[in-house]
């Protein structure tokens, strides 16, 4: 019996597979509905231009990967980010502060009337030392845990931390975190007879793609793969080193003990270099 052949799925997590399958909107809407508390369903969005320019005398850009904005006025960062890097939390406290000053109006009295901004953080690492898959960052009064202001949320998901079968998926939310860190690898949809997941199929079917867009799109998977190769070569150098460190520091834990051992049976520093073919400092300083 000849062997189905598997179909080849997008890889999300490349820049144009993120950006195919996050660039619908239907898409989008679905899985920010999925976890969002936006004070209702969102029911439409419009992708905006994904460059804020910065004031700074050097010209730098913030640059995020999707930038909208919802029905009701206010703005969703959506950014996957692939590489752990310090003050991760700093700089997502950033991008939404650009993306709120950026509302700031010129040449006339303005009362700071500002929409929120939500950010939603797509991680390859864990950014927080919890077990939650999704994590939230809102401005909250701690004696009262009631909000203060609504203009800053932030959401954080780890991708790492989702360990969950097809069948152990309890909502919605979870359902789409299978998918995108498993579709490629199984090379399927799970939960297809939910509409929305029948249009992830189509959208991530590889042979659904152009010519134009297959090639943009296996540039953007060899980059991605290519990063990934040099993180797990860096982090299995890294193991590599620290293997040669702790044999190198088992055996300066042995001579020191060589060298106790031979004090005790009234051996000189002198007459221990020789034996053990050490420099006279090297001794004395155990």
Not at 88 to 112: H, M, N, P, T
Request: hydrophobic residues 35%.
């Amino acid at each position: 019996m000849k062997k189905e052949k598997k179909t080849e799925m997008l890889n999300p997590f490349c820049d144009e597979g993120f950006k195919r399958i996050f660039g619908d909107k239907i898409l989008l809407m679905d899985f920010l509905n999925s976890f969002v508390d936006a004070g209702s369903p969102i029911v439409d969005l419009t992708y905006e231009n994904k460059e804020l320019v910065s004031v700074e005398s050097d010209g730098r850009t913030i640059i995020f990967d999707l930038f909208c904005k919802l029905d009701n006025g206010n703005n969703v960062i959506i950014e996957m980010q692939n590489k752990n890097q310090d003050f991760f939390v700093d700089r997502a406290v950033f991008y939404l502060s650009r993306a709120i000053s950026a509302q700031g109006e010129k040449g006339r009295i303005w009362k700071y009337g500002i929409n929120s901004v939500i950010g939603i953080f797509i991680t390859q690492f864990r950014v927080f030392d919890n077990d939650d898959v999704l994590s939230e960052m809102k401005l909250i009064d701690p004696k009262t845990n009631k909000m203060v202001s609504d203009k800053m949320h932030g959401y954080f998901i780890q991708l790492p931390k989702f360990k969950k079968s097809n069948d152990g998926c309890v909502d919605h939310f979870d359902e789409w975190i299978y998918n995108l860190k498993n579709m490629e690898r199984m090379g399927n949809i799970e939960f297809k007879d939910q509409e929305v997941f029948d249009r992830l199929w189509n959208l991530s079917n590889c042979s659904m793609l152009s010519i134009e867009e297959r090639r943009k799109y296996e540039r953007s998977l060899k980059a991605y793969r290519d990063y990934v190769n040099q993180l797990d070569f860096a982090k299995n150098e890294g193991r590599a080193e620290g293997r040669e460190e702790g044999r190198e520091e088992g055996k300066t834990e042995e001579r020191a003990k060589t060298i106790c051992t031979l004090r005790r049976k009234g051996k000189s520093d002198e007459e221990i270099a020789s034996l053990l073919d050490l420099n006279i400092e090297d001794v004395k300083s155990v």
